[in-house]
């Protein structure tokens, strides 16, 4: 069956400072897609970064890349140079298959605090 | 442009009660969805579409009916309204170019059922 880890409730990192969010996942399926969504106090979701299970290098957008290390089935997601508005909660998810459609099984969360 | 939009932002219901949660995306997408998020959980898809007059169940779908008569619309219609459905509802598109995929979230529409 499906599943994803987070192993990490809280996170603290000092502003400007990179930092590494874990996720682990298992699946049987072959293909799959990997994501992480970011989410403010405020309620909102926001789509963060896709990485394709077929994808030979890690997906990068901005200051956010995924550390894709399939044969350990870990997707870590790598904010550099932290910003105080970096502070949310992180959820990485998982689809079987390559397609858009189906099921996105989520994590638990990491709650990441920036200090000054 | 202005991506997804969701309508109402915060509704209350009695139980029993019905309503239509009304999804809009200008962009041109194929795909839309349909998820709710309970306190401190990640989404849950309820239904998607791949396409203008076609849906197809997610994860959790019972007490839920949707529709999408027009390619910029997803409906979310409760008919029967629980206490069970309180959550958070949020529509997303999402447009898969060059191998990658990127979504796009509404704002979220909060409903407490009493």
């Known amino acids: 069956a499906q599943k994803i880890t987070q192993t990490q409730p809280g996170m603290f990192v000092q502003e400007k400072e990179a930092v590494t969010l874990d996720c682990t996942y298992d699946t049987s399926d072959p293909s799959y897609g990997l994501f992480w969504y970011k989410q403010p106090s405020s309620g909102e979701m926001i789509f963060l970064i896709y990485?394709?299970?077929?994808?030979?290098q890690n997906a990068t957008e901005g200051r956010y890349s995924l550390n894709f290390q399939k044969a350990r089935k870990s997707a870590n997601l790598v904010i550099s140079a932290s910003q105080l508005g970096d502070s949310a909660m992180y959820f990485c998810a998982m689809r079987e298959g390559l397609g858009q459609g189906g099921k996105l099984i989520f994590g638990q969360g990491t709650e990441l605090s920036v200090k000054p | 442009n202005a991506g997804v939009t969701q309508t109402p932002k915060f509704r209350v219901l009695k139980t029993g009660q019905s309503m239509t949660l009304l999804c809009a995306q200008d962009m041109n997408h194929e795909y839309m969805y349909w998820y709710r998020q309970d306190p401190g959980m990640g989404l849950r898809l309820i239904h998607y579409s791949v396409g203008e007059g076609t849906t197809a169940k997610g994860e959790v779908p019972d007490g839920y009916n949707v529709s999408r008569l027009k390619k910029q619309n997803f409906l979310l219609g409760l008919e029967s309204a629980a206490p069970s459905q309180t959550s958070v509802y949020f529509c997303?598109?999402?447009?898969?170019?060059?191998?990658?995929?990127?979504?796009?979230f509404g704002p979220g529409t909060r409903l407490l059922v009493l």
């Open positions: 990485q394709g299970s077929y994808d030979q």
């Open positions: 997303a598109s999402s447009l898969m170019a060059s191998g990658k995929e990127t979504q796009y």
